[in-house]
């Protein structure tokens, strides 16, 4: 035994005596004569003179070192400290089972005997539990020894293995002894209680495996938020990223001679692509007589140049829960008639009985800008990229550059703000005599339908009308007659049943284009005859929506039904109808989202086949002081809507 | 249904279940892998605390610290079958840390108090011991 360890702690020692002493006096004063250990544990005087000689870590180390008793052991301590002592840290860690810190002992749930929340019944201990379940284990013991263990079938109910052992049907059937059948209505008694005692730890599990996705779900709602933060700051930078990139543009505009050598480059780089555009044109367009122009190139030249293409791609809306709303802000004062988006959370323009056009912001909800130019409402228009294409009941047609009023938005001077106009409105379209009621543009082409009976193609570089189709005139000159459309008489009273556009849609791809008009007739027509090559007739109202991709077609029409094309062959694939007139339909190879004038968009998903909506019209039904606006318009973008609505309200939906 | 008690007695600890039996329990937490039940793991847990090799006791010890991680609602109990795994296999620092944890939540717990007596009595016994061995090596 060494003794230098004990003299470094003399102060210790000397506790540790005490300790002795006390111990000593205790067994002694003890009127029984010999110490147990009760008679040590209800003296005072012993109980905390010793622990405080074993709260001391040395003496407590002391005493370890004197201790024999078995390798389970640990040193009786109260509080220890882990951290200090090495000797016990490594004792600790050889130790060849889990413990939990005492930080996780403090951390128990209040109530926890209480009944749960949801109040089913009781609650019993898992050790209840295990009780109950013990017969049912010794059950199965015996009947596998006696080999009467067949797989149950769940479909089967084996009344045999539910009544206690010994007890059939038949037994309680033909039995005539009381003694017997109270015997058995104990032993059921018994085993019902256990069944419920069972039952109430199950249905608790459920209860708390709801608590688990109660606070998943509270863990996502904080991780989506930040998703959404990551997503505004991707957003911002971004536009930070255009703005340097259209800024550097400018700069290589004032100063040519810097850099000289890099605009040659520049200049070939173009031409070169120019050249791959045209061949690239060549091969894709039937007839390749659509040549890219010079001076669109100008045009697109802020986005042809500056990589418009986000780095980023938004997704947020896909861990929306599909058919919940995600903002809606009031935009316009009265009935908005068009919308077209970019990306989710980007820009979107809208149109609105009103008068105006704006610009908006949408992961922020604020407008942006307004395109003013027109003298009266804009009916239709569409977005691509930086450019916007508007359709007015002016009769003309105006094609905007968005990025101007991006990069010129902080001027204050009232005469740089005309500036501004002038420069976001490139070019306007004015041969129409009659309201323009539907228009599409793709590449370089902008057809444009008007209650002037007449289809217009346009070139967006030259703002050069192209051709000018006369509907009725064509139709009439189509190789393919039809009885019904060769009464011109009928056909235009037809036309003018109500106050439906003339023309309600039209979408052009290359020399293709389509249309749906108010006879309730889809025409497709070559744009390089200027002839149409086939009607596909089904529609009994006027056609208010078509949109074609590269196998099919499908319209909607005032006579409340969805119809599916086949574009090779022109037959029906699909049709179904709503309650109400359609008035916008988009669709995608998951969806189709149709608008018909009620306070939900019409959701059709094409993979799960099925049916639904999507608006404040459901998801605010409950509240009775909410009244709806019907929606009018919507569009659609990777799961992404926007609706706009008669009140002017703008909604966006996850869907 | 008062006939099961809430919480084990110790003795309950004590008293070893047959192999089949406790295989049964085994199978069962395996079969609902790999999201088994608390009430099943439970079951097994238990059964190994009552069985008399350490080895296994320690490996019920596991399962009941799992439990207790996973399952808030059950911590209270957890702690006293902790607390008497912990007895079992002799480890009476701990089985004191989990019975004083479980008291100071539920001091009216009458199961847990004499638990937490027997607790103390072992380990007041266990520092008798010790004390006597110090007081024999002095010399004294």
Redesign the interface.
């Known amino acids: 035994?060494s003794y230098t360890n004990h003299s470094n702690n003399s102060n210790d020692l000397l506790n540790?005596s005490k300790?002795?002493a006390t111990?000593a006096s205790a067994i002694v004063s003890s009127p029984n004569g010999f110490?147990s250990?009760?008679i040590?544990?209800n003296n005072k005087n012993y109980k905390e003179s010793?622990s405080n000689t074993?709260k001391n870590s040395n003496s407590h180390q002391l005493?370890y070192k004197?201790?024999?008793?078995?390798q389970?052991?640990?040193?009786?301590?109260l509080n220890y400290k882990k951290k200090k002592q090495k000797y016990f840290v490594k004792k600790r860690r050889s130790?060849?089972?889990?413990?939990?810190s005492?930080e996780?002992?403090?951390?128990?749930?209040?109530n926890?005997?209480s009944t749960?929340s949801n109040g089913t019944g009781?609650m019993?201990?898992?050790?209840?539990?295990?009780?109950?379940?013990?017969p049912e284990?010794?059950d199965?013991?015996e009947r596998?020894r006696e080999g009467k263990l067949i797989e149950s079938n769940p479909d089967q109910i084996d009344e045999s293995a539910i009544l206690p052992r010994g007890i059939t049907t038949h037994k309680i059937k033909i039995s005539q002894n009381s003694r017997q059948l109270s015997q058995f209505k104990d032993s059921i008694n018994?085993k019902l209680?256990l069944l419920?005692?069972?039952k109430g730890?199950?249905a608790?599990?459920i209860n708390?495996i709801d608590?688990k996705i109660r606070n998943l779900q509270l863990m996502r709602e904080s991780i989506f938020e930040k998703v959404r933060k990551f997503e505004q700051d991707e957003l911002f930078l971004e536009n930070q990223l255009y703005e340097i990139d259209s800024r550097m543009v400018l700069i290589k505009d004032i100063d040519p001679g810097i850099n000289f050598q890099l605009i040659d480059k520049d200049e070939q780089e173009q031409d070169e692509l120019e050249k791959d555009e045209s061949s690239n044109l060549m091969t894709k367009s039937v007839y390749g007589k659509l040549k890219s122009d010079p001076k669109l190139k100008n045009y697109r030249n802020v986005s042809a140049s500056v990589p418009h293409n986000r780095k980023t791609k938004p997704m947020l809306q896909t861990y929306y829960e599909p058919g919940s709303e995600i903002r809606s802000f009031h935009a316009h004062d009265d009935v908005i008639t068009s919308l077209d988006f970019d990306v989710p959370f980007g820009t979107m323009v809208t149109s609105s009985l009103d008068n105006t056009v704006k610009v908006w912001d949408l992961s922020r909800g604020k407008c942006s800008g307004l395109l003013e130019g027109h003298f009266a409402a804009v009916k239709c228009l569409q977005m691509e990229e930086n450019l916007v294409v508007t359709g007015s009941l002016d009769a003309t047609l105006k094609l905007w550059d968005l990025s101007k009023l991006n990069v010129l938005g902080g001027g204050n001077d009232e005469e740089e703000e005309e500036e501004e106009e002038n420069l976001t409105l490139l070019h306007s379209f004015e041969s129409h005599v009659e309201e323009v009621t539907a228009l599409h543009f793709h590449k370089n082409n902008l057809v444009s339908g008007s209650s002037d009976r007449t289809i217009r193609q346009w070139d967006l570089n030259t703002g050069h009308c192209l051709q000018t189709i006369d509907v009725l005139w064509a139709s009439t000159q189509s190789n393919i007659t039809h009885s019904q459309f060769l009464d011109t008489g009928n056909n235009l009273s037809m036309f003018k049943t109500n106050n439906a556009s003339f023309i309600g849609a039209l979408q052009c791809y290359d020399a293709a284009l389509a249309t749906g008009t108010a006879d309730g007739i889809v025409r497709l027509w070559d744009l390089r005859s200027g002839e149409v090559i086939r009607q596909l007739i089904g529609h009994t109202g006027p056609m208010t929506s078509l949109q074609f991709d590269d196998k099919q077609l499908i319209t909607g029409s005032s006579d409340r039904s969805i119809r599916m094309w086949d574009l090779r062959t022109g037959g029906i694939i699909d049709a179904f109808a709503y309650d109400s007139p359609i008035t916008s339909l988009q669709f995608d190879n998951r969806r189709i989202i149709c608008t018909n004038q009620e306070t939900t968009m019409k959701i059709y998903d094409r993979i799960d086949e099925r049916h639904w909506e999507c608006g404040a019209g459901k998801s605010r039904k409950d509240d009775t002081d909410y009244e709806a606006s019907t929606i009018n318009f919507a569009r659609h973008k990777e799961g992404y809507a926007v609706e706009g609505r008669s009140n002017g309200m703008i909604g966006t939906w996850a869907v | 249904m008062a006939k099961l008690s809430y919480l084990p007695a110790l003795e309950d600890a004590n008293a070893p279940l047959s192999d089949k039996q406790l295989e049964i329990l085994e199978e069962q937490v395996e079969s609902e892998m790999p999201n088994p039940s608390i009430q099943s793991q439970f079951n097994y847990a238990w059964g190994l605390i009552k069985c008399s090799s350490k080895k296994q006791n320690k490996k019920g010890i596991d399962l009941l610290v799992d439990i207790f991680k996973n399952c808030p609602q059950r911590r209270r109990e957890c702690l006293y079958y902790l607390s008497v795994g912990c007895l079992k296999i002799n480890d009476l620092s701990e089985a004191k840390r989990y019975i004083d944890a479980l008291v100071n939540h539920e001091p009216d717990n009458l199961q847990a108090a004499q638990l937490q007596r027997v607790v103390e009595d072992k380990i007041a016994k266990g520092k008798y011991q010790i004390c006597s061995k110090y007081i024999y090596d002095l010399g004294i």
Do not use: C, W
């Open positions: 035994m540790f300790a002795v111990t110490g250990s009760e040590l544990i010793l074993l005493i004197h201790t024999d008793l078995g389970d052991q640990q040193p009786g301590s130790k060849s089972f889990d413990e939990l005492d996780a002992l403090m951390d128990i749930p209040s926890s005997h749960t009781d019993f201990s898992l050790f209840q539990g295990f009780s109950a379940t013990l284990i010794n199965r013991i596998i018994y209680d419920e005692i069972r730890l199950a608790n599990e708390e608590e």
